[in-house]
C-alpha cells in the first residue's frame, strides 16, 4: 500500500513561487508514475503534470507548460511540483498520485493512490 503526503502549500502573491513536495511511503514508489493534479472551488479535479518512473518522461497541461516543473528523487521517495510564475487562477487544492505503472498518466482514474492535498492560493 502506497501513501503520500504532500506539503509545500501556502499563500502567494501573484508572479512568485513555490515548491510542492509529495514523500511516499511503500514499495512501488521509484517503479511507478507519478502525477500532479489540483481542484479549484466549485470546479472538477484536472490534470497539472504527471513524472514516469525513471524520470524520463514528462508532460504538463497546456495551462501550466512552461511555468511548473516536475521533478522527483526516488531515493528520497519524493516527487517535486516547482511553481513559478504563479497566477491567481492556479489557487486550488494540490492533489499528488501515484500508481504502479512506470508510463505517464494525465488522467485521474488511472492512477490508484492519493495524497489529502495541500492548499495554494495565489492572490493578485
Known amino acids: 500500500q502506497v501513501q503520500l503526503v504532500e506539503s509545500g502549500g501556502g499563500l502567494v502573491q501573484a508572479g512568485g513561487s513555490l515548491r510542492l513536495s509529495c514523500t511516499a511511503s511503500?514499495?512501488?514508489?521509484?517503479?511507478?508514475?507519478m502525477g500532479w493534479f489540483r481542484q479549484a472551488p466549485g470546479k472538477e479535479r484536472e490534470f497539472v503534470a504527471t513524472?514516469?518512473?525513471?524520470?524520463?518522461?514528462?508532460n504538463y497541461a497546456a495551462s501550466v507548460k512552461g511555468r511548473f516543473t516536475i521533478s522527483r528523487d526516488n531515493a528520497k521517495n519524493t516527487v517535486y511540483l516547482q511553481m513559478n510564475s504563479l497566477k491567481p487562477e492556479d489557487t486550488a487544492v494540490y492533489y499528488c498520485?501515484?500508481?504502479?505503472?512506470?508510463?505517464?498518466?494525465?488522467?485521474?482514474?488511472?492512477?490508484?493512490?492519493w495524497g489529502q492535498g495541500t492548499q495554494v492560493t495565489v492572490s493578485s
Open positions: 498520485a501515484a500508481r504502479s505503472i512506470r508510463t505517464i498518466a494525465s488522467m485521474a482514474d488511472e492512477y490508484a493512490y
Open positions: 513524472i514516469s518512473g525513471s524520470a524520463y518522461y514528462t
Open positions: 511503500g514499495p512501488t514508489f521509484s517503479s511507478g508514475a
